[in-house]
Each structure stands twice: as C-alpha cells, then as structure tokens.
C-alpha cells in the first residue's frame, strides 16, 4: 500500500542521481533540497505504467540525449525491469570497453556477457523479455531508469510544473466494469494533472487494444472518434491497426469541430506517421507485442499540450 511507497515531498527532494550516475553534476556543491546530487538535466520523458520496460528500452536509442523514467506500482516488475536496465548498461559497457581498447577481446571472445533474463527476479513467462542486443546503442541505456510509484497520486511529487517534454501511457489497465473506471489512469482529474507536468506543446501518448477504452481516452481529452458513440465529434481520423502485418481498418469521420479540450490538440495521423516513437510504442512494450501476436486491434491517440489559456 501507498504507506510503503517511497516518494519526495517535492520535484526538488527527488533523488535523481542515483537512477542517472552518468549524468551527475560533477560540482559537488550542486546539490538538491535533500542534499543528493544534482544531474546536469532533467527527467523529460515518462512512461506510465512501464511494465517490464520495452518502451523505454526501444525509446533509449531513438531520444539518447533525453532522460526517461519508466514508473510501476508493482514491485516484482520494477525489479525486473531494473535489473533489466542495469544488465543493458552493464553490457553497453563492455561492448564499449571492447571496441575502443584494442588489446580487450571483442565480446565473442570474452567471458560471455550477462543474460539480463538471469537477473530475472519477476515471474518470466514472456520470452519477449529477454533482451540480447549486443549493438552498441547511443547513450549506452545511461538515460533510462525506473522507479516503483503510484502515478495516480503522486505524480507532481516527482515532477515539477512543465518539466517533461513527453509522457507514454501504453497498453492502461482497462478496468472493464464501469464501476471499476474510477481505477483507470486517464481521467479528467488525472489530465489535469499530466497537463500540469508537460510543457506546452510536450506530447501525451496513448496506446490502447480496447476499442471502449480508446473512446474513453478520446472523450476524457474532450474529443471524441465516431458520430454514432453519442460523443463529440472532432473530426480526427481514428486508425486501429490490427496484429497483422499491413492490416489496417480505419474509420474516418468528416464530423464538426466540437468540444477540443482547451489544454490538448489531438495530432495528426500523418504527424505520427513520422513519430519513431509511435513505432516503438506500437512494436516494443510487452502488452503490444502480446497484442500482435494475437492479432488485436491497437488505438493511438496523442494529443498535443497547448499553451496555457491567458488570464482575463
Ligand atoms: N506499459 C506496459 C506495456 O505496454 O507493456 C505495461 C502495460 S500493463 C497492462 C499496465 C501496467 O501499469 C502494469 O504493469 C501495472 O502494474 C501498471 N500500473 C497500473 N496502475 C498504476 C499506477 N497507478 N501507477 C503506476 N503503475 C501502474
């Protein structure tokens, strides 16, 4: 229960360093109001509900300069996807150490790396989870972590206002009965709140293989995707993308401009299109590849932060 989850009274009592040691302030006087040490940049992307860490783990190498935090209520998964990450960097290294010191054995020749998967700790019955890309990725997985947190309460403990540039909610829990939807991690109250902690014109993404529930995301964004579910109507083209290779059902609504949330824009279909991060959102979580391989529908819904409203 919350009693024994560890979080900062403030975005400035956080610890950092020690999810991000590459990225320190070398001056030690830098410290925060705890007195940890201070990183030389933010945390400015996060993913809501990590799970076993496939986002942020396909997003390392495509924002390398960006720092991302994968948050889980669930403390076997996050000590899986630590120790995940730990194993990726570790192996980063000695790729690293190999390729520039000439007199290193290459990796081959080496004592063989370590198997994130034999850092398992989480009940692993997903093979998907085994990492074992011995490429060299930019960044070297320095710049993703994990923590283990409650989002729905205590998201602005960790971040401040306008900090992040980016937030993933992948694959939400879809708490099905309707009086279990109080439960779900998109909710007018809970937008507020991711509003708060992005930037304006920061990206909050959305991915989802419940039809309802991608209604739910849209109307909870004040928007809405078909005339005949009774919501508002924005005009948006809604895609769902099905498991199989190519296959595509698209349901385009020419309707009226109605009900835009004054805080969020939808973005474009072809806006995601060019989006590197919609791929791994759709391709690289466990939840989507699950999905894929049993050949569901997937919703992507991201909307755009708007500038805050001017004050009369
Ligand atoms: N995003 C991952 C993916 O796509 O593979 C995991 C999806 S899984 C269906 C939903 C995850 O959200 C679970 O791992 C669950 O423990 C986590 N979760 C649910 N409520 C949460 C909350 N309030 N704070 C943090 N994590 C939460």
Redesign the pocket.
């Known amino acids: 229960s919350d009693h024994r989850l560890d979080y900062p009274i403030s975005p400035a009592h956080m610890d950092w360093a020690s999810h991000f040691p590459a990225y320190v302030d070398k001056d030690p006087t830098k410290t925060n109001l705890s007195g940890a040490k201070k990183l030389v940049k933010d945390v400015e992307v996060v993913d809501?509900?990590?799970?076993?860490g496939?986002?942020l783990i396909g997003l390392a190498g495509i924002l390398p300069n960006a720092l991302m935090v994968g948050?889980?209520?669930?403390p076997q998964?996050l000590e899986y996807v630590t120790s995940r990450i730990r194993a990726l960097r570790s192996q980063q290294e000695k790729l690293k150490a190999a390729c520039t010191n000439t007199h290193t054995p290459t990796p081959s020749q080496s004592e063989p790396i370590e198997d994130p998967k034999e850092h398992t700790t989480a009940n692993d019955n997903n093979s998907d989870m085994n990492q074992s890309d011995m490429s060299p990725v930019e960044g070297g997985y320095q710049n993703i972590s994990a923590l283990r947190?409650?989002?729905?309460k205590f998201l602005p403990n960790f971040f401040a206002r306008h900090q992040l540039s980016k937030i993933f909610i992948?694959?939400?829990?879809p708490h099905f009965k309707a009086r279990k939807h109080k439960a779900r991690?998109i909710s007018e109250t809970l937008n507020a709140e991711y509003a708060y902690v992005l930037r304006p014109g920061g990206l909050l993404y959305t991915i989802t293989d419940v039809e309802e529930y991608h209604h739910w995301v849209l109307k909870h964004f004040k928007q809405a995707s078909t005339s005949e579910d009774g919501e508002d109507n924005d005009g948006a083209s809604d895609t769902a993308t099905t498991g199989e290779a190519g296959g595509t059902e698209t349901d385009n609504n020419e309707g009226q401009q109605t009900g835009i949330g004054e805080l969020w824009e939808r973005v474009t279909e072809e806006e995601l299109e060019k989006d590197p991060c919609v791929k791994v959102m759709m391709e690289g979580?466990?939840?989507?590849k699950k999905v894929t391989r049993n050949k569901g529908n997937k919703y992507v819904a991201v909307f755009r932060r708007k500038a805050d409203p001017e004050w009369p």
């Open positions: 809501i509900g990590c799970g076993f496939g986002l948050i889980e209520i669930r998964v947190s409650n989002t729905m992948c694959f939400p829990d991690i979580t466990e939840e989507g």
